[in-house]
């Protein structure tokens, strides 16, 4: 794991977000049933949680975990609206933006 430790902190932390949106996307589809798709969350929990860990090493927790929380919310959402499954409303959009500038703040600041 020491060569995930050497990357910068702020990249396995997007990478670890992206990977919260596969399992929590694909976590209602689990089930016995559909062993690859359980796999595949499995998976995606598991480099979340180590991303995760890796960037926490490097950045504080709280930093660290409002990021990777925000970018899986934003890509979560995102992937919504573009699929249809839900309406970009303007309000949507306004509040979107603001998780968005509130993870550049953190990343500015630190």
Excluded at 67 to 81: C, E, L, R
């Amino acid at each position: 794991m020491s060569w995930l430790l050497s990357i910068n902190p702020w990249l396995v932390l997007v990478v670890a977000g992206l990977f919260e949106v596969g399992w929590a996307s694909g976590v209602k589809y689990v089930g016995v049933q559909r062993p690859l798709i359980s796999l595949g969350v499995a998976v995606a929990l598991a480099a979340s949680m180590v991303g995760l860990w890796a960037a926490t090493q490097k950045l504080p927790v709280g930093t660290a975990y409002a990021v990777w929380a925000g970018v899986g919310a934003s890509v979560a959402v995102i992937y919504s609206f573009a699929a249809g499954h839900e309406a970009a409303t303007v309000w949507k959009v306004l509040f979107l933006a603001m998780i968005i500038g509130g993870i550049v703040g953190l990343k500015a600041v630190s």
